[in-house]
């Protein structure tokens, strides 16, 4: 199993950046060998969307409405996935959630509330 812990939400103005973190931990073997890593985002009466994505290989993909605000990145000795935000939207708030895949299982953190005043 692999347990997935997000922190670093809040609430922020227009414009203004939040980091978030997403720390791995439980089995050794399973937390080795994540494969991909990434954040999705719902917001109140929408669908889960996918924000950003990083593979094993350090290949990233973002969301179109995100792309040059956002940036995913992770620390291997730490086990610990980000999402650096900035320039950050109202259209942005919604509950972010980190989600992992390890040997064809996905995991999935709790999630962390973003609130973006105008």
């Known amino acids: 199993q692999v347990q997935l812990v997000e922190s670093g939400g809040g609430l922020v103005q227009a414009g203004g950046s939040l980091r978030l973190s997403c720390a791995a931990s439980?089995?050794?073997?399973?937390?080795?060998?994540?494969?991909?890593s990434y954040w999705y985002r719902q917001a109140p009466g929408k669908q889960r969307e996918l924000v950003a994505s990083?593979?094993?290989?350090?290949?990233?993909n973002y969301a179109d409405s995100v792309k040059g605000r956002f940036t995913i990145s992770r620390d291997n000795a730490k086990n610990t996935l980000y999402l650096q935000m900035d320039s950050l939207k109202p259209e942005d708030s919604a509950v972010y959630y980190c989600?992992?895949?390890?040997?064809?299982?996905?995991?999935w953190g709790q999630g962390t509330q973003v609130t973006v005043s105008s």
């Open positions: 989600a992992v895949t390890s040997l064809g299982a996905n995991y």
């Open positions: 439980g089995s050794i073997y399973r937390v080795f060998q994540i494969n991909a």
């Open positions: 990083i593979t094993r290989g350090g290949s990233t």
